[in-house]
């Protein structure tokens, strides 16, 4: 499996950014997708999940009601759609997959997900 995230960029503080994370290979077994972000000198921390049927969405309390994550269907990428954006936002942003079978409580543990794209760059100015 291979994931390809895409979209960061430049953004001024509340302003909006797309996250796109495209998975590819063997994916039926695939079943949660998230991102995780990494600012410098900080430790990974999760950002928000979605089961990969797309029914159901989970976030950290730090972007909810800002970010949704979706996807339209088990065949298309899944977004990260970022709004009112503040600088403590900037980080590398990561997509990632799980094939196993995750409870919400350990949805935030990166140790869940055996799968990781590459890292995009979100940087918010203020």
């Known amino acids: 499996v291979q994931l390809q995230a895409s979209g960061g960029g430049l953004a001024q503080a509340g302003g909006s950014l797309r996250l796109s994370c495209a998975a590819s290979?063997?994916?039926?077994?695939?079943?949660?997708m998230a991102w995780f972000r990494q600012a410098p000198g900080k430790e990974r921390e999760f950002v928000a999940a979605?089961?990969?049927?797309?029914?159901?969405?989970h976030y950290a309390e730090s972007v909810k009601g800002r970010f949704t994550i979706s996807r339209n269907n088990v065949e298309a990428p899944v977004y990260l759609q970022m709004n009112s954006l503040k600088p403590e936002d900037t980080a590398v942003y990561y997509c990632?997959?799980?094939?196993?079978?995750?409870?919400?409580?350990?949805?935030?543990?990166?140790?869940?997900?055996?799968?990781w794209g590459q890292g995009t760059l979100v940087t918010v100015s203020s």
């Open positions: 990632a997959a799980s094939t196993q079978r995750i409870i919400v409580s350990a949805l935030q543990n990166p140790t869940m997900y055996n799968y």
């Open positions: 979605i089961r990969w049927s797309g029914v159901s969405t």
């Open positions: 290979g063997r994916t039926r077994s695939m079943l949660t």
